[in-house]
């Protein structure tokens, strides 16, 4: 069965303290990676896609990751704005429109 | 009014009644969506509209019937709702279901009693 999972369920950091949230799928035929941002009440906010081994993208304080088999959100240096839920879906080849989301990493930055 | 808007913010709905969820989308997206989010489990694809047609049902029930007049706008039309149905509803749109990247609106919250 297709699966995403989510690793570690919560965590909690200092501000400043840098980490590394972790995705894994087992899905056939991966067309593309994404994360999502979610503050509590709200909508997720895209933040990233990655389509295939090897490729990385950053956006301030977060970059992803991604191998065969997982990819990672790292944390450089966070802060107390960056607490938030954060998502990871995959689309794949016989999925037809659908994203596969995992539960969610809820994470806490401590000023 | 940018991005994707939902209204009502906050619904609170008894078993009897009869209600619709509004999505609208100002990106010039093709695909839109409706998701159900309950707590502590994925998010729920419920529905994919594609150019108005609807090209997906995820096996949703009958009380719940959605509504794509445009590819701007998904309503999803409620009645004789459960309990169980209490969450939050996600509407969101891409540009297509080629380019996957699907923005979201802030959704509704449901409350059946």
């Known amino acids: 069965e297709d699966q995403v999972t989510q690793s570690p369920e919560a965590l909690r950091l200092q501000e400043g303290e840098s980490s590394s949230l972790n995705c894994s799928y087992t899905v056939s035929g991966l067309r593309g990676l994404f994360w999502y941002r979610q503050d509590p009440g709200k909508g997720p906010e895209f933040l990233f896609t990655?389509?295939?081994a090897g490729e990385e993208k950053e956006k301030e304080r977060l970059k992803a990751t991604l191998t065969k088999k997982e990819s990672f959100l790292h944390i450089t240096a966070p802060k107390p704005e960056d607490s938030a839920t954060y998502l990871c879906?995959?689309?794949?080849?016989?999925?037809?429109?659908?994203?596969?989301f995992g539960e969610g990493t809820q994470l806490t930055v401590n000023p | 009014e940018t991005g994707v808007t939902q209204t009502p913010r906050h619904l609170v709905m008894g078993m009897t009644n009869k209600k619709s969820l509004k999505c609208e989308q100002h990106l010039g997206h093709n695909a839109m969506y409706w998701y159900k989010q309950s707590a502590k489990k994925p998010l729920e694809l419920m529905f994919v509209?594609?150019?108005?047609?609807?090209?997906e049902n995820n096996s949703v029930p009958s009380r719940f019937s959605p509504e794509c007049p445009n590819s701007s706008h998904l309503f999803l039309h409620l009645h004789t709702l459960q309990p169980e149905d209490s969450a939050l509803y996600l509407c969101?749109?891409?540009?297509?279901?080629?380019?996957?990247?699907?923005?979201f609106g802030p959704g509704t919250r449901l409350t059946v009693t």
């Open positions: 969101a749109s891409s540009q297509d279901l080629v380019r996957r990247e699907q923005y």
């Open positions: 990655l389509y295939s």
């Open positions: 879906a995959v689309h794949q080849e016989t999925s037809g429109s659908r994203l596969t």
């Open positions: 509209y594609n150019f108005k047609e609807q090209t």
